[in-house]
């Protein structure tokens, strides 16, 4: 019983300590190389790539030498038997003999290769393996844009929640300080009790607003770990704050980027959208072209009516044969017209998409820009307004506690405050957010 019980606390222990994980620090720039590295999407693209490098190679060696064997055992348990007339052997003419052919037991053993000499379906397979990689790295491209494109915002929704916890919690502390006095003055009698009960409705608010964030801020760690390619529930510790990425962020000269609708990698993928439909209508008129394939084979047979082929004295009959097949297509009641038919207005399809995708593409850059340009001046906007709130709410807070405004009064000027001041917040992510969804629709280098 004592040994059980030493063994169980030590697996406890030793399980205690494993679970005991080390806090990851990422600043915004490490946490896109690890999730580029490690994002489950980001892993899956990759794994995309190899396949599509692993069919290319299929497809090229299914033109090249195929060599086959096979080895044919064949042991009759009852022969078949055989009438022929037995005027062949010296009887009787209208009589009949029965024999039986060939011995009760034979073993096989051939090789055989084939080779394709002419195959247009081929060329046009070799073809399209070479563009099916391409859109396995395009995908991965443009799967590469995305997750940096999420983990800048969820990294961003991470430290909104962390500055509005700290501003929320210096507001309750004003706040319950402001109370205390008030209610304090009111006990003296040299104050209304309204005004004690307006300072305790502005807090409620605010201790509502903080426990709600507390809570966002858990689900945006939770988020950001999913976005990394971590555990839900890692530990994960951020060392850039968002006034530094802000300022980071403000880049004018993003705004006077080249706008080229072609140069992005939704373009660059409707584009391989458009060659793989051109290799398809290819592949049906290539059904109509003849198809030549050679084969060589040569083996050994073994007869005997006991099982002996593994005998040395065993008798065994080589042969071998060569030979071309030509396939040629004459006729298909129009089947193969009527498949090039549709190949057409799939690439028809495709070559308006195209069009399409480029228009887009123009529309959506340029929208990025504005967005990106408005967060900016947004941002500028807002950082003078919160100054002039918190110079607002100060005099305010002096002349309540003078006695020459009413407690109406002063909280009117909390609630703007507190609302110049998510807002202050909220526009600082907007430029780091905005910027990236430019560089996104830009496909401008990941690791910047």
């Known amino acids: 019983m004592r040994k059980t019980l030493i063994f169980i606390t030590t697996l406890m222990m030793t399980s205690f300590g494993f679970s005991q994980e080390t806090p990851t620090q990422f600043s915004l720039q490490e946490a896109i190389d690890f999730a580029l590295q490690n994002n489950r999407t980001a892993i899956n693209a990759a794994r995309d790539i190899d396949a599509a490098k692993a069919q290319k190679w299929e497809t090229t060696a299914s033109g090249l030498p195929q060599i086959s064997a096979a080895v044919d055992y064949q042991n009759f348990l009852k022969q078949q038997v055989q009438v022929i007339p037995a005027e062949f052997f010296g009887g009787q003419p209208g009589e009949f003999a029965e024999v039986v052919f060939g011995t009760k037991q034979n073993m096989t053993a051939f090789a055989t290769l084939n080779q394709k000499i002419f195959d247009g379906s081929y060329i046009v397979g070799l073809q399209s393996a070479k563009v099916f990689l391409e859109i396995s790295q395009n995908a991965k491209t443009k799967t590469d844009l995305e997750v940096r494109k999420s983990v800048i915002n969820a990294y961003g929704n991470v430290l909104l929640a962390e500055e509005s916890i700290q501003i929320l919690e210096r507001n309750l502390e004003v706040l319950q300080k402001n109370l205390d006095e008030t209610t304090k003055i009111y006990e003296n009698g040299l104050t209304e009790e309204e005004n004690v009960e307006q300072l305790k409705i502005t807090l409620s608010g605010v201790e509502s607003s903080l426990n709600n964030t507390n809570r966002m801020k858990t689900l945006a760690y939770q988020m950001l770990n999913i976005t990394l390619g971590l555990d839900v529930y890692h530990e994960t510790v951020l060392t850039d704050s968002l006034e530094t ?28 959208d458009k060659v793989s439909k051109e290799l398809l209508l290819k592949l049906e008129k290539s059904k109509a072209l003849p198809t030549l394939n050679g084969f060589l084979n040569g083996g050994y047979s073994a007869f005997s009516d006991e099982f002996s082929f593994l005998d040395k004295d065993q ?134």
């Not at 006077?256 to 939704?266: C, F, G, L, W």
């Not at 405004?405 to 905005?434: H, P």
């Open 315 to 448: 008798d065994w009959f080589g042969s071998s044969l060569f030979g071309v097949s030509l396939n040629i297509p004459i006729f298909s009641s129009g089947m193969r017209n009527s498949a090039t038919q549709r190949a057409k207005i799939n690439l028809e399809k495709a070559e308006t998409d195209l069009l399409e995708t480029q228009q887009k593409i123009t529309l959506n850059i340029a929208k990025a820009k504005s967005d990106y340009q408005f967060a900016i001046e947004d941002y500028d906007n807002k950082k003078e307004n919160l100054a002039l709130a918190e110079r607002i709410e100060n005099k305010n807070q002096t002349k309540f506690f003078e006695g020459i405004s009413t407690s109406f009064d002063l909280r009117q000027a909390q609630t703007q405050l507190y609302t110049a001041q998510q807002e202050f917040l909220q526009s600082m992510l907007d430029v780091i957010n905005k910027k990236a969804e430019l560089e996104t629709v830009l496909n401008t280098t990941i690791n910047q």
């Open 245 to 272: 990425l802000t300022a980071q962020n403000i880049s004018l000269g993003l705004l006077e980027a080249d706008a080229n609708a072609e140069n992005t990698i939704d373009y660059q993928i409707a584009e391989n």
